[in-house]
Protein backbone atom coordinates (compact mmCIF):
# COMPACT_ATOMS: atom_id res chain seq x y z
CA UNK A 1 0.00 0.00 0.00
CA UNK A 2 1.66 3.29 -0.70
CA UNK A 3 1.45 6.09 1.78
CA UNK A 4 1.19 10.04 1.51
CA UNK A 5 1.22 12.41 4.17
CA UNK A 6 -1.98 13.44 2.64
CA UNK A 7 -4.41 12.28 0.59
CA UNK A 8 -7.45 14.45 -1.42
CA UNK A 9 -9.99 12.90 -2.73
CA UNK A 10 -11.48 15.55 -5.82
CA UNK A 11 -9.04 17.53 -8.65
CA UNK A 12 -11.56 20.21 -9.20
CA UNK A 13 -10.93 23.74 -7.97
CA UNK A 14 -10.65 22.99 -4.18
CA UNK A 15 -8.78 19.52 -4.59
CA UNK A 16 -5.90 21.10 -6.71
CA UNK A 17 -5.71 24.36 -4.80
CA UNK A 18 -5.08 22.90 -1.64
CA UNK A 19 -2.39 20.21 -3.47
CA UNK A 20 -0.62 23.48 -4.37
CA UNK A 21 -0.85 24.81 -0.74
CA UNK A 22 0.60 21.79 0.60
CA UNK A 23 2.82 21.39 -2.25
CA UNK A 24 4.42 24.16 -1.93
CA UNK A 25 5.06 23.62 2.30
CA UNK A 26 6.70 20.44 0.85
CA UNK A 27 4.06 17.85 1.81
CA UNK A 28 3.62 14.69 0.00
CA UNK A 29 0.15 14.43 -1.28
CA UNK A 30 -1.71 13.12 -4.09
CA UNK A 31 -4.74 13.18 -5.83
CA UNK A 32 -7.30 10.54 -6.64
CA UNK A 33 -9.71 12.18 -9.41
CA UNK A 34 -12.41 10.21 -10.81
CA UNK A 35 -12.35 12.08 -14.39
CA UNK A 36 -10.14 11.13 -16.84
CA UNK A 37 -8.69 14.48 -17.49
CA UNK A 38 -9.56 17.79 -16.51
CA UNK A 39 -11.47 18.41 -19.45
CA UNK A 40 -15.41 19.85 -17.95
CA UNK A 41 -18.63 21.34 -19.96
CA UNK A 42 -19.20 25.07 -19.63
CA UNK A 43 -22.14 24.44 -17.59
CA UNK A 44 -20.35 25.86 -13.99
CA UNK A 45 -18.37 28.28 -12.65
CA UNK A 46 -18.19 31.72 -14.59
CA UNK A 47 -16.15 34.03 -12.67
CA UNK A 48 -13.16 34.76 -10.05
CA UNK A 49 -13.71 37.27 -7.21
CA UNK A 50 -11.32 39.77 -6.00
CA UNK A 51 -10.76 37.81 -3.17
CA UNK A 52 -10.15 34.87 -5.15
CA UNK A 53 -7.46 36.51 -7.37
CA UNK A 54 -5.74 38.04 -4.47
CA UNK A 55 -4.83 34.68 -3.47
CA UNK A 56 -3.59 33.44 -6.33
CA UNK A 57 -1.76 36.28 -6.68
CA UNK A 58 -0.40 35.65 -3.02
CA UNK A 59 1.35 32.95 -4.85
CA UNK A 60 2.62 34.59 -7.92
CA UNK A 61 -0.09 33.27 -10.24
CA UNK A 62 -2.73 36.18 -11.25
CA UNK A 63 -1.89 36.50 -13.80
CA UNK A 64 -2.04 33.14 -15.94
CA UNK A 65 -5.45 33.73 -15.08
CA UNK A 66 -6.04 36.82 -15.83
CA UNK A 67 -4.68 36.68 -19.14
CA UNK A 68 -7.24 34.36 -20.08
CA UNK A 69 -9.65 36.09 -18.83
CA UNK A 70 -11.80 39.55 -19.27
CA UNK A 71 -12.00 41.86 -16.20
CA UNK A 72 -15.63 43.47 -15.27
CA UNK A 73 -15.89 46.22 -12.98
CA UNK A 74 -19.19 45.04 -11.76
CA UNK A 75 -20.66 42.14 -9.65
CA UNK A 76 -24.24 40.97 -9.25
CA UNK A 77 -26.49 40.73 -6.71
CA UNK A 78 -29.97 39.85 -6.67
CA UNK A 79 -29.96 41.57 -10.15
CA UNK A 80 -28.54 44.86 -9.16
CA UNK A 81 -24.88 45.72 -10.39
CA UNK A 82 -22.59 46.69 -7.59
CA UNK A 83 -19.22 48.57 -9.49
CA UNK A 84 -16.44 47.74 -7.18
CA UNK A 85 -13.66 50.04 -8.89
CA UNK A 86 -13.27 52.09 -6.04
CA UNK A 87 -12.12 49.29 -3.96
CA UNK A 88 -8.87 50.08 -2.83
CA UNK A 89 -7.71 46.26 -3.92
CA UNK A 90 -5.28 45.20 -7.20
CA UNK A 91 -7.87 43.61 -7.94
CA UNK A 92 -10.84 45.94 -8.09
CA UNK A 93 -13.19 43.57 -10.83
CA UNK A 94 -14.31 40.40 -11.50
CA UNK A 95 -13.09 38.17 -13.90
CA UNK A 96 -14.90 36.62 -16.32
CA UNK A 97 -12.90 33.32 -16.80
CA UNK A 98 -14.83 29.74 -17.24
CA UNK A 99 -14.84 27.10 -15.37
CA UNK A 100 -13.46 24.84 -17.95
CA UNK A 101 -10.78 27.39 -18.29
CA UNK A 102 -9.61 27.96 -14.66
CA UNK A 103 -9.04 24.32 -13.91
CA UNK A 104 -6.13 23.15 -16.70
CA UNK A 105 -4.66 26.35 -15.52
CA UNK A 106 -4.84 25.30 -11.88
CA UNK A 107 -3.76 22.21 -12.99
CA UNK A 108 -1.10 23.29 -14.87
CA UNK A 109 0.57 24.74 -11.67
CA UNK A 110 -0.23 21.83 -9.47
CA UNK A 111 1.92 19.80 -12.22
CA UNK A 112 4.73 22.27 -11.73
CA UNK A 113 4.96 21.50 -8.37
CA UNK A 114 4.95 18.17 -8.85
CA UNK A 115 1.72 17.14 -6.98
CA UNK A 116 0.86 13.13 -8.85
CA UNK A 117 -2.90 13.00 -9.84
CA UNK A 118 -4.51 9.74 -10.23
CA UNK A 119 -6.80 9.94 -13.13
CA UNK A 120 -9.87 8.23 -13.60
CA UNK A 121 -9.70 6.66 -10.21
CA UNK A 122 -12.64 7.14 -7.39
CA UNK A 123 -12.04 7.02 -4.52
CA UNK A 124 -14.91 3.99 -2.73
CA UNK A 125 -14.32 3.83 0.70
CA UNK A 126 -12.00 4.49 3.74
CA UNK A 127 -11.45 3.63 7.13
CA UNK A 128 -9.62 5.60 9.99
CA UNK A 129 -7.37 4.67 12.78
CA UNK A 130 -5.50 6.37 15.44
CA UNK A 131 -2.49 7.24 12.93
CA UNK A 132 -4.51 7.68 9.59
CA UNK A 133 -6.63 6.88 6.80
CA UNK A 134 -6.75 4.02 4.58
CA UNK A 135 -8.31 4.72 1.46
CA UNK A 136 -10.18 2.45 -1.12
CA UNK A 137 -9.88 2.90 -4.66
CA UNK A 138 -12.09 1.88 -7.46
CA UNK A 139 -9.77 -0.87 -9.31
CA UNK A 140 -6.67 -0.66 -7.27
CA UNK A 141 -4.47 -1.24 -3.92
CA UNK A 142 -5.78 1.31 -1.32
CA UNK A 143 -3.56 4.09 -0.77
CA UNK A 144 -2.59 5.41 3.18
CA UNK A 145 -2.33 8.69 4.50
CA UNK A 146 -1.88 10.41 7.63
CA UNK A 147 -4.96 12.92 6.40
CA UNK A 148 -7.84 12.57 3.73
CA UNK A 149 -9.39 15.24 2.92
CA UNK A 150 -12.77 15.47 0.58
CA UNK A 151 -12.83 17.93 -2.20
CA UNK A 152 -15.16 15.93 -3.62
CA UNK A 153 -18.06 18.05 -4.50
CA UNK A 154 -21.60 18.83 -3.31
CA UNK A 155 -22.30 14.39 -3.17
CA UNK A 156 -19.15 13.84 -1.62
CA UNK A 157 -18.98 10.37 -0.26
CA UNK A 158 -15.82 11.21 1.88
CA UNK A 159 -18.71 13.42 3.58
CA UNK A 160 -21.11 10.73 3.98
CA UNK A 161 -18.92 7.88 4.81
CA UNK A 162 -17.57 9.82 7.69
CA UNK A 163 -21.22 10.39 8.92
CA UNK A 164 -21.14 14.37 8.92
CA UNK A 165 -24.54 15.78 8.91
CA UNK A 166 -25.33 18.16 5.60
CA UNK A 167 -28.01 20.47 6.84
CA UNK A 168 -29.98 23.03 5.50
CA UNK A 169 -32.82 23.46 3.13
CA UNK A 170 -34.29 21.11 0.33
CA UNK A 171 -34.50 22.74 -3.23
CA UNK A 172 -37.66 24.86 -3.45
CA UNK A 173 -36.56 26.07 -7.36
CA UNK A 174 -34.79 24.20 -10.49
CA UNK A 175 -33.18 25.91 -13.43
CA UNK A 176 -32.45 24.56 -16.83
CA UNK A 177 -28.82 25.68 -18.03
CA UNK A 178 -27.52 25.55 -21.51
CA UNK A 179 -25.14 26.45 -23.63
CA UNK A 180 -27.02 26.73 -27.97
CA UNK A 181 -26.76 27.46 -31.57
CA UNK A 182 -30.03 28.78 -33.24
CA UNK A 183 -30.56 30.14 -36.41
CA UNK A 184 -33.02 33.29 -35.63
CA UNK A 185 -31.01 35.80 -33.21
CA UNK A 186 -32.52 35.89 -29.69
CA UNK A 187 -33.86 37.99 -27.58
CA UNK A 188 -30.97 38.75 -25.62
CA UNK A 189 -30.75 40.00 -21.92
CA UNK A 190 -33.38 38.79 -18.74
CA UNK A 191 -36.88 38.00 -18.90
CA UNK A 192 -38.94 38.02 -16.01
CA UNK A 193 -42.56 36.19 -15.83
CA UNK A 194 -44.94 34.42 -13.18
CA UNK A 195 -42.61 31.20 -12.94
CA UNK A 196 -39.59 33.78 -12.78
CA UNK A 197 -36.80 35.09 -14.44
CA UNK A 198 -34.67 33.68 -17.66
CA UNK A 199 -31.84 34.87 -19.53
CA UNK A 200 -30.48 34.76 -22.97
CA UNK A 201 -26.89 35.74 -23.72
CA UNK A 202 -23.26 35.55 -25.09
CA UNK A 203 -19.97 37.12 -24.10
CA UNK A 204 -18.39 37.71 -27.28
CA UNK A 205 -19.69 38.48 -30.84
CA UNK A 206 -20.10 35.20 -32.50
CA UNK A 207 -20.07 32.93 -29.64
CA UNK A 208 -22.97 30.90 -28.93
CA UNK A 209 -25.73 31.72 -26.88
CA UNK A 210 -25.67 30.53 -23.05
CA UNK A 211 -29.05 30.21 -21.20
CA UNK A 212 -30.91 29.94 -17.74
CA UNK A 213 -34.71 29.14 -17.81
CA UNK A 214 -36.46 28.81 -14.32
CA UNK A 215 -38.69 26.20 -14.77
CA UNK A 216 -42.30 26.22 -13.57
CA UNK A 217 -41.86 22.95 -11.51
CA UNK A 218 -39.17 21.91 -9.33
CA UNK A 219 -37.48 19.17 -11.75
CA UNK A 220 -34.86 16.43 -10.53
CA UNK A 221 -31.16 17.42 -10.86
CA UNK A 222 -29.48 15.40 -13.85
CA UNK A 223 -29.00 16.34 -17.46
CA UNK A 224 -32.04 17.78 -19.31
CA UNK A 225 -32.83 16.56 -22.90
CA UNK A 226 -32.97 18.41 -25.59
CA UNK A 227 -36.56 18.18 -26.23
CA UNK A 228 -37.14 19.80 -22.94
CA UNK A 229 -34.57 22.55 -23.80
CA UNK A 230 -37.34 22.83 -26.75
CA UNK A 231 -40.14 23.08 -24.71
CA UNK A 232 -39.01 25.24 -21.79
CA UNK A 233 -38.11 27.94 -24.52
CA UNK A 234 -41.24 27.71 -26.24
CA UNK A 235 -42.84 27.96 -22.66
CA UNK A 236 -41.19 31.47 -21.88
CA UNK A 237 -40.71 33.24 -25.01
CA UNK A 238 -43.08 31.23 -27.83
CA UNK A 239 -40.48 30.12 -30.25
CA UNK A 240 -37.40 27.79 -29.96
CA UNK A 241 -35.88 30.28 -31.95
CA UNK A 242 -34.75 27.52 -34.38
CA UNK A 243 -33.02 25.76 -31.89
CA UNK A 244 -30.46 23.65 -33.83
CA UNK A 245 -27.79 22.15 -31.46
CA UNK A 246 -26.70 22.26 -27.86
CA UNK A 247 -23.31 22.59 -26.62
CA UNK A 248 -24.30 20.86 -22.98
CA UNK A 249 -27.57 21.08 -21.33
CA UNK A 250 -27.56 20.57 -17.58
CA UNK A 251 -29.69 21.69 -14.34
CA UNK A 252 -29.14 23.34 -10.96
CA UNK A 253 -31.20 24.04 -7.95
CA UNK A 254 -31.53 26.30 -4.71
CA UNK A 255 -30.75 23.43 -2.24
CA UNK A 256 -28.94 25.03 0.67
CA UNK A 257 -26.78 22.84 2.61
CA UNK A 258 -23.71 22.85 4.64
CA UNK A 259 -21.56 20.69 6.46
CA UNK A 260 -21.94 20.53 10.14
CA UNK A 261 -18.07 20.04 10.86
CA UNK A 262 -15.79 20.27 8.55
CA UNK A 263 -13.35 17.84 10.13
CA UNK A 264 -13.79 14.33 11.91
CA UNK A 265 -10.56 12.77 13.03
CA UNK A 266 -7.94 12.86 10.13
CA UNK A 267 -10.80 13.94 7.96
CA UNK A 268 -11.69 16.63 6.50
CA UNK A 269 -13.99 18.07 4.15
CA UNK A 270 -13.51 21.44 1.71
CA UNK A 271 -14.91 23.22 -0.94
CA UNK A 272 -18.23 21.75 -2.21
CA UNK A 273 -18.38 18.63 -0.29
CA UNK A 274 -18.64 21.09 2.84
CA UNK A 275 -21.14 23.54 1.32
CA UNK A 276 -23.31 23.89 -1.47
CA UNK A 277 -25.66 26.76 -2.27
CA UNK A 278 -27.67 27.81 -5.74
CA UNK A 279 -24.59 29.29 -7.69
CA UNK A 280 -26.18 33.32 -7.86
CA UNK A 281 -23.50 35.62 -7.17
CA UNK A 282 -21.14 32.95 -8.48
CA UNK A 283 -19.47 32.18 -4.90
CA UNK A 284 -18.86 28.51 -4.84
CA UNK A 285 -15.49 27.99 -6.73
CA UNK A 286 -14.32 31.01 -4.99
CA UNK A 287 -15.07 29.91 -1.49
CA UNK A 288 -13.66 26.43 -2.13
CA UNK A 289 -10.28 28.12 -3.41
CA UNK A 290 -10.27 30.19 -0.31
CA UNK A 291 -11.34 27.19 1.83
CA UNK A 292 -8.16 25.21 0.79
CA UNK A 293 -5.88 28.31 1.11
CA UNK A 294 -7.22 28.48 5.03
CA UNK A 295 -6.24 24.67 5.43
CA UNK A 296 -3.03 24.04 3.57
CA UNK A 297 -0.91 25.57 5.38
CA UNK A 298 -2.61 24.68 8.63
CA UNK A 299 -2.15 21.24 7.92
CA UNK A 300 1.08 20.93 6.39
CA UNK A 301 2.48 22.36 10.10
CA UNK A 302 0.32 19.76 11.87
CA UNK A 303 1.80 16.99 9.42
CA UNK A 304 5.74 18.80 9.86
CA UNK A 305 4.51 18.66 13.50
CA UNK A 306 5.45 22.14 14.15
CA UNK A 307 1.89 22.77 15.49
CA UNK A 308 -0.35 20.48 17.62
CA UNK A 309 -3.41 19.02 16.00
CA UNK A 310 -5.82 21.78 17.31
CA UNK A 311 -4.88 24.14 14.94
CA UNK A 312 -6.95 22.14 12.68
CA UNK A 313 -10.01 23.27 14.35
CA UNK A 314 -9.22 26.80 13.74
CA UNK A 315 -10.02 25.90 9.90
CA UNK A 316 -14.11 24.84 10.67
CA UNK A 317 -13.96 27.87 13.39
CA UNK A 318 -13.15 30.17 10.43
CA UNK A 319 -14.46 28.65 7.71
CA UNK A 320 -17.38 27.15 8.37
CA UNK A 321 -18.51 31.12 9.48
CA UNK A 322 -17.94 32.01 5.83
CA UNK A 323 -19.63 29.40 4.30
CA UNK A 324 -22.85 30.05 6.73
CA UNK A 325 -23.00 33.95 5.07
CA UNK A 326 -22.34 32.70 1.69
CA UNK A 327 -25.25 30.17 2.01
CA UNK A 328 -26.89 33.02 3.62
CA UNK A 329 -26.74 35.21 1.06
CA UNK A 330 -27.47 32.76 -1.83
CA UNK A 331 -30.76 32.03 0.04
CA UNK A 332 -31.63 36.20 0.23
CA UNK A 333 -30.52 36.43 -3.97
CA UNK A 334 -33.01 33.15 -4.74
CA UNK A 335 -35.88 35.36 -2.33
CA UNK A 336 -34.87 38.24 -4.93
CA UNK A 337 -36.02 36.67 -8.20
CA UNK A 338 -39.52 35.23 -6.76
CA UNK A 339 -41.92 36.43 -9.31
CA UNK A 340 -44.72 38.36 -7.82
CA UNK A 341 -45.23 41.81 -7.44
CA UNK A 342 -44.41 41.74 -3.49
CA UNK A 343 -41.10 40.51 -4.55
CA UNK A 344 -40.90 43.01 -6.93
CA UNK A 345 -41.45 45.86 -4.64
CA UNK A 346 -38.71 44.41 -2.70
CA UNK A 347 -36.34 43.96 -5.67
CA UNK A 348 -36.99 48.00 -5.96
CA UNK A 349 -36.31 48.52 -2.48
CA UNK A 350 -33.09 46.77 -2.62
CA UNK A 351 -31.95 48.59 -6.05
CA UNK A 352 -32.58 52.06 -4.33
CA UNK A 353 -30.32 50.39 -1.56
CA UNK A 354 -27.80 49.16 -3.43
CA UNK A 355 -27.66 52.60 -5.47
CA UNK A 356 -26.22 54.54 -2.15
CA UNK A 357 -22.40 53.96 -1.13
CA UNK A 358 -22.38 52.68 2.01
CA UNK A 359 -24.72 49.32 1.27
CA UNK A 360 -22.92 48.89 -1.90
CA UNK A 361 -20.09 48.94 -0.04
CA UNK A 362 -21.24 46.10 2.46
CA UNK A 363 -22.52 43.71 -0.01
CA UNK A 364 -20.09 44.09 -2.46
CA UNK A 365 -16.90 43.49 0.19
CA UNK A 366 -18.94 40.47 1.45
CA UNK A 367 -19.61 38.59 -2.46
CA UNK A 368 -15.83 39.81 -3.53
CA UNK A 369 -14.61 37.99 -0.38
CA UNK A 370 -12.42 41.04 0.42
CA UNK A 371 -14.39 41.94 3.85
CA UNK A 372 -13.32 38.47 5.45
CA UNK A 373 -12.69 38.84 8.78
CA UNK A 374 -11.43 35.73 11.43
CA UNK A 375 -12.43 36.04 14.85
CA UNK A 376 -8.92 36.32 16.34
CA UNK A 377 -10.06 38.77 19.30
CA UNK A 378 -10.53 42.47 19.76
CA UNK A 379 -7.41 44.26 18.59
CA UNK A 380 -6.15 46.35 15.19
CA UNK A 381 -8.98 46.36 12.76
CA UNK A 382 -6.31 44.34 10.21
CA UNK A 383 -6.25 42.06 12.90
CA UNK A 384 -8.43 38.67 11.65
CA UNK A 385 -8.39 40.56 8.35
CA UNK A 386 -6.60 40.07 5.38
CA UNK A 387 -3.65 42.00 4.78
CA UNK A 388 -3.80 44.67 1.99
CA UNK A 389 -1.24 44.48 -0.63
CA UNK A 390 0.73 47.55 0.40
CA UNK A 391 3.82 49.04 -1.77
CA UNK A 392 7.12 48.02 0.01
CA UNK A 393 10.58 49.27 0.50
CA UNK A 394 13.00 47.31 1.58
CA UNK A 395 16.98 46.81 1.41
CA UNK A 396 16.63 44.41 -1.03
CA UNK A 397 15.15 47.04 -2.93
CA UNK A 398 11.05 48.07 -4.18
CA UNK A 399 8.21 45.16 -3.68
CA UNK A 400 5.34 44.18 -2.50
CA UNK A 401 3.01 42.38 0.55
CA UNK A 402 1.51 39.62 -1.69
CA UNK A 403 5.29 38.88 -3.00
CA UNK A 404 6.62 37.88 0.16
CA UNK A 405 3.73 35.83 0.34
CA UNK A 406 4.98 33.59 -3.00
CA UNK A 407 6.44 30.70 -1.02
CA UNK A 408 3.61 30.37 1.44
CA UNK A 409 5.56 30.79 4.39
CA UNK A 410 4.45 33.41 7.45
CA UNK A 411 5.94 36.87 7.47
CA UNK A 412 6.73 38.78 10.12
CA UNK A 413 6.28 42.07 8.34
CA UNK A 414 7.60 45.24 10.66
CA UNK A 415 7.15 48.99 9.01
CA UNK A 416 8.99 50.54 12.25
CA UNK A 417 12.28 51.06 12.68
CA UNK A 418 14.84 47.47 11.92
CA UNK A 419 15.61 45.69 15.09
CA UNK A 420 13.89 45.11 18.32
CA UNK A 421 13.22 41.53 17.94
CA UNK A 422 15.00 38.19 18.05
CA UNK A 423 13.13 36.18 15.52
CA UNK A 424 15.79 33.66 15.78
CA UNK A 425 13.73 30.74 17.73
CA UNK A 426 10.92 30.81 14.44
CA UNK A 427 13.90 31.77 11.94
CA UNK A 428 13.17 27.95 10.08
CA UNK A 429 9.12 28.96 9.76
CA UNK A 430 8.92 32.96 9.90
CA UNK A 431 10.78 35.57 7.33
CA UNK A 432 11.34 38.55 9.43
CA UNK A 433 11.09 41.73 7.01
CA UNK A 434 12.12 44.94 7.64
CA UNK A 435 10.48 47.26 5.27
CA UNK A 436 8.97 51.18 4.80
CA UNK A 437 5.27 51.97 3.30
CA UNK A 438 5.02 55.95 2.32
CA UNK A 439 1.11 56.43 2.25
CA UNK A 440 -1.82 55.22 4.01
CA UNK A 441 -3.61 51.61 4.47
CA UNK A 442 -7.17 51.04 3.34
CA UNK A 443 -9.56 48.40 3.78
CA UNK A 444 -12.52 47.79 1.08
CA UNK A 445 -15.57 48.19 3.51
CA UNK A 446 -13.69 50.13 6.82
CA UNK A 447 -11.79 52.40 4.69
CA UNK A 448 -8.37 54.49 6.03
CA UNK A 449 -7.15 52.60 9.27
CA UNK A 450 -3.96 53.10 11.09
CA UNK A 451 -1.00 51.38 9.81
CA UNK A 452 0.61 49.43 12.15
CA UNK A 453 3.94 49.22 13.08
CA UNK A 454 4.35 45.26 12.12
CA UNK A 455 2.17 42.51 11.47
CA UNK A 456 2.26 38.76 11.64
CA UNK A 457 0.86 37.89 7.91
CA UNK A 458 -0.13 33.87 7.83
CA UNK A 459 0.57 32.18 4.59
CA UNK A 460 -2.77 32.52 3.56
CA UNK A 461 -2.39 36.71 4.01
CA UNK A 462 -4.73 36.94 6.95
CA UNK A 463 -3.33 39.11 9.78
CA UNK A 464 -2.43 37.22 12.68
CA UNK A 465 -1.15 40.00 15.01
CA UNK A 466 -0.57 43.42 14.82
CA UNK A 467 1.59 45.96 17.14
CA UNK A 468 4.81 47.21 18.15
CA UNK A 469 7.66 44.53 17.90
CA UNK A 470 8.54 45.21 21.86
CA UNK A 471 4.51 43.99 22.18
CA UNK A 472 4.88 41.17 24.72
CA UNK A 473 2.07 39.63 23.11
CA UNK A 474 4.39 38.73 20.00
CA UNK A 475 6.10 35.41 20.95
CA UNK A 476 2.92 34.33 22.28
CA UNK A 477 1.30 35.00 18.77
CA UNK A 478 3.79 33.34 16.31
CA UNK A 479 3.69 30.53 19.04
CA UNK A 480 0.27 30.02 18.50
CA UNK A 481 0.27 29.77 15.00
CA UNK A 482 3.42 28.59 13.90
CA UNK A 483 4.72 26.55 16.81
CA UNK A 484 6.77 26.99 20.09
CA UNK A 485 10.12 28.61 19.85
CA UNK A 486 13.07 26.54 19.32
CA UNK A 487 15.68 26.83 21.74
CA UNK A 488 18.59 28.30 20.55
C1 LIG B 1 -24.63 26.47 -13.08
C2 LIG B 1 -23.53 26.75 -12.11
C3 LIG B 1 -22.91 27.98 -12.13
C4 LIG B 1 -21.90 28.25 -11.23
N1 LIG B 1 -21.34 29.49 -11.26
C5 LIG B 1 -20.36 29.78 -10.37
C6 LIG B 1 -19.69 31.04 -10.43
O1 LIG B 1 -19.96 31.88 -11.28
N2 LIG B 1 -18.72 31.27 -9.52
C7 LIG B 1 -18.36 30.34 -8.58
O2 LIG B 1 -17.46 30.62 -7.77
N3 LIG B 1 -18.95 29.14 -8.54
C8 LIG B 1 -19.94 28.83 -9.40
N4 LIG B 1 -20.50 27.61 -9.37
C9 LIG B 1 -20.09 26.64 -8.36
C10 LIG B 1 -18.80 25.91 -8.73
O3 LIG B 1 -18.94 25.23 -9.95
C11 LIG B 1 -18.45 24.93 -7.61
O4 LIG B 1 -18.60 25.56 -6.37
C12 LIG B 1 -17.02 24.40 -7.72
O5 LIG B 1 -16.88 23.55 -8.84
C13 LIG B 1 -16.64 23.62 -6.47
O6 LIG B 1 -15.35 23.10 -6.61
P1 LIG B 1 -14.92 21.79 -5.81
O7 LIG B 1 -13.55 21.49 -6.27
O8 LIG B 1 -15.19 22.00 -4.38
O9 LIG B 1 -15.95 20.67 -6.29
P2 LIG B 1 -16.15 20.08 -7.76
O10 LIG B 1 -15.88 21.10 -8.78
O11 LIG B 1 -17.48 19.42 -7.74
O12 LIG B 1 -15.02 19.01 -7.89
C14 LIG B 1 -15.09 17.77 -7.24
C15 LIG B 1 -14.18 16.81 -7.97
O13 LIG B 1 -14.17 15.58 -7.27
C16 LIG B 1 -14.27 14.50 -8.20
N5 LIG B 1 -14.86 13.40 -7.44
C17 LIG B 1 -16.12 13.30 -6.94
N6 LIG B 1 -16.26 12.16 -6.23
C18 LIG B 1 -15.06 11.54 -6.27
C19 LIG B 1 -14.56 10.32 -5.70
N7 LIG B 1 -15.33 9.54 -4.93
N8 LIG B 1 -13.28 9.97 -5.94
C20 LIG B 1 -12.48 10.78 -6.70
N9 LIG B 1 -12.89 11.93 -7.26
C21 LIG B 1 -14.16 12.32 -7.03
C22 LIG B 1 -15.13 15.05 -9.31
O14 LIG B 1 -14.88 14.35 -10.51
C23 LIG B 1 -14.67 16.50 -9.38
O15 LIG B 1 -13.61 16.70 -10.27
C24 LIG B 1 -21.50 27.29 -10.28
C25 LIG B 1 -22.10 26.03 -10.27
C26 LIG B 1 -23.11 25.77 -11.18
C27 LIG B 1 -23.74 24.41 -11.18
Request: glycine letters at 12%; proline letters at 6%; aromatic letters at 6%.
Amino acid sequence: MTEHAVVIAGGGPTGLMLAGELALAGIDVVIVERRASQDLDGSRAGGLHARTIEVLDQRGIAERFLSAGQAHPSLGYGGNFLDISDFPTRHNYVLALWQSQFEPILAGWVDELGVPILRACEVVGFAQDGTGVEVELSGGPSLRGRYLVGCDGGRSLIRKAAGIDFVGLDPSTSWMIAEVEMDEEPELGFRHDRFGTHALGRREAGEPIRLVLTERQLEPSGEPSMSELREALVAVYGTDYGLRRANWISRFTDMTRQAVSYRRGCVLLAGDAAHVHPPQGGQGLNTGVQDAVNLGWKLAQVVNETSPESLLDTYHAERHPVGARVLNNTMAQVALSRPDDRHQALRNTMAELLGMDEPRRRIAGMLSGLDIHYDLGEGHPLLGRRMPDLDLHTADGPTRVFTLLHDARPVLLNLGEPGGFDISPWANRVRLVDARHDGTCELPVLGEIVTPPAVVIRPDGHVAWAGDLTDRELPQALATWFGAATPA
